[in-house]
């Protein structure tokens, strides 16, 4: 009997089969562009995402026919939203919150209403246009029509379970990303329901992660190729799945998951004393997929970067590759050895936190005639790095272990990215034998909701091993302690102007 773990990205969506000794296997992959249809916006074609997600699932389950799957769970991206009909069927679009910025102007008519204190204790986040509150906002005066024919509004965990054949209902974790769910009372708060004009109707219920609910649908199963009575486990926002499929169970540890986003996500056992010092210091709070667990997530676009290096400055290369060839191979045998002296503002799109900021575009600084492009390529992971150093010494201040990261994603496998990451830090980061912890963390989850593991500490044994341990190089630490003080002062001297580009 194995488990399914299904994870809808922002680029690309994966389904894998684990046997319950924690074996992975078949292994599912598609990609899908993100489309902008004008500057400033982004969106994913919703049917397409979901054709293609029924592809990965179908071929996991055709792959798998000697043990068969009996319980699935959804990892998904978080804040985006997919309108659909009381009949399931998909009405449009969905806005993810990399790189649009509808809704913005919302914003200062909920700060009319209630202060960010106030909101901060209702709903742990920092207030930006990256939430799905400010995208519902948008479509009730730019498409009127779209937003009354929704029957629902659902987050992509939700759209896939629903789509099985389940009631509509979203994860405590993925609910906590549409800025209008109540951390405190585990359900959509009315206050902020009323504030921003969305009825609870168009949304579906609420739920703890690794509750049942409900079956996958008969017809549905026989079309994707899966057994009668599968199990439907309710998963939650990726970044809590990620945490989960990294080992991390309890409080006291974080993840550094590198995929599209990068986000470093710790784990505490209880909501902060201190909402102010995590107000101010912009660290949200959500929670875990495992109940009395909660995480922060400190985040940036480092994966989408280098995706855009790959797709812009690798197209040749890619073209004449063989099937067990990979771009990113090619380009990280270039990169130089030592650091180099190149910084770059990582703000090709909006940032996360702590500021959120929306305004900005990305600089490589530092160029010369005799700079190579694996020199470029080496500094946007080192700068993608400095981003996250001052979040991680507020993570310290409120009682966060940073001493050691576990790394995920596709990134982790990259040896190279894991060492500069280690010495930029000066901790040690570990990578774990399966770094999809996304798909790898759904599946825990399916067998936990179904009874499968006595408990979280249980999964974990069977399910996750350390591969191997990249310590810092003491050299490179002290050179990049440096840098990173050059790359504070940066933004700072820039942002003005950068500003007054964006606008022209």
């Known amino acids: 009997m194995s488990l399914l773990g299904i994870d809808v990205g922002t680029t690309g969506c994966k389904a894998a089969a684990f046997s319950e000794a924690g074996h992975c296997i078949s292994h599912a992959y598609r990609e899908y562009p993100m489309l902008q249809p004008r500057p400033n916006w982004a969106e994913l074609d919703s049917r397409r995402v ?33 309108p659909v009909s009381s009949s399931r069927e998909i ?41 799905s509150w400010p995208k519902l906002r948008w479509l009730q005066d730019h498409e009127p029509g779209l937003y009354a024919k929704a029957g629902k509004f659902l987050l992509w965990g939700d759209l896939v379970t629903s789509m099985l054949g389940c009631d509509p209902v979203t994860s405590h974790s993925l609910a906590n990303r549409t800025l209008l769910f109540d951390i405190r009372a585990e359900d959509w708060s009315d206050r902020l329901l009323e504030i921003g004009n969305v009825s609870r109707d168009k949304l579906p219920k609420t739920m703890p992660g690794g509750a049942v609910c409900g079956e996958v649908d008969r017809t549905v199963a026989g079309e994707l ?74 985040f940036n676009q480092s994966g989408l970067l280098v995706k855009w290096f790959r797709d812009t400055f690798a197209t040749a290369d890619a073209e004449l590759l063989n099937d067990d060839e990979d771009a990113y191979d090619i380009l990280t045998a270039e990169m130089p050895a030592e650091p180099t002296r190149l910084l770059t503002l990582p703000y090709f799109e909006m940032t996360g936190p702590p500021d959120y900021v929306s305004d900005a575009s990305g600089v490589i600084a530092g160029l010369k005639t005799g700079t190579r492009r694996g020199d470029i390529l080496k500094s946007i992971l080192e700068s993608a790095t400095f981003y996250f150093v001052d979040s991680v010494e507020a993570l310290k201040a409120v009682g966060a272990d940073t001493s050691e990261f576990v790394a995920t994603g596709g990134g982790a496998k990259s040896d190279a990215w894991l060492q500069i990451k280690a010495d930029i830090f000066g901790v040690p980061f570990v990578r774990p034998r399966v770094t999809e912890c996304t798909v790898l963390g ?63």
């Open 442 to 504: 759904a599946a825990m989850l399916a067998g936990l909701g179904t009874g499968r593991f006595a408990s979280a500490g249980e999964a974990v044994r069977r399910f996750v091993t350390r591969d191997r341990v990249f310590e810092p190089d003491a050299g490179r630490h002290a050179f990049y302690v440096e840098q990173v003080a050059k790359y504070r002062e940066m933004f700072p001297l820039m942002k003005g102007f950068l500003k007054k580009l964006g606008a022209s």
């Open 91 to 131: 009405l449009g679009n969905s806005i993810v919150c990399s790189g649009d910025v509808r809704g913005a102007e919302y914003l200062k008519e909920l700060r009319r209403e209630i202060s960010p204190e106030d909101f901060y204790r209702i709903n742990p986040n920092i207030l930006s246009p990256a939430y």
């Open 50 to 82: 979901w054709e293609l997600t029924k592809e990965a699932i179908a071929e996991v389950a055709g792959e798998t026919k000697a043990d068969p799957i009996t319980a699935l769970s959804v990892s998904s991206l978080g804040e985006a939203m997919v």
């Open 225 to 298: 190729g899966l057994t009668r009575g599968v199990k439907v486990v309710v998963g939650g926002h990726d970044q809590c799945c990620n945490a989960l499929g990294a080992g991390i169970c309890q409080a006291g540890k974080a993840v550094c998951g590198v995929g599209s986003f990068e986000c470093v996500t710790p784990v505490y056992d209880r909501l902060p004393e201190d909402p102010a010092a995590m107000l101010a210091n912009g660290l949200n709070v959500e929670h875990h997929v495992l109940p009395g667990l909660y995480v922060s997530f400190i």
